[in-house]
């Protein structure tokens, strides 16, 4: 049980360095910008949400405070985009 528990947060680490490389090829390769900063935003989105999750362990906190953190997470995101959107 004990190496389940240690090995999570490496595994969570390893999934963020991951996905930070997929955001790095999402800026860098596609030639539309308007799908790589939403690429982007949502990829940020999900790195935050595994940050919640795994190091902060919000799935113990009650209901209400995780669908906030969910909706937040999400709202944030989709504002960003929506904003740069609008100011090109």
């Known amino acids: 049980m004990i190496g389940k528990i240690a090995a999570a947060p490496r595994n969570a680490w390893l999934l963020l360095l991951a ?14 910008r308007h799908v790589a900063i939403a690429a982007i935003m949502a990829i940020s989105a999900a790195k935050i949400l595994i940050i919640l999750l795994r190091f902060m362990e919000v799935e113990q906190a009650p209901l209400f405070i995780r669908r906030y953190l969910y909706v937040w997470t999400f709202g944030i995101a989709g504002a960003i985009f929506t904003l740069w959107w609008a100011a090109t």
């Open 19 to 32: 996905i930070s490389g997929l955001s790095f090829l999402a800026a860098e390769l596609m030639g539309e």
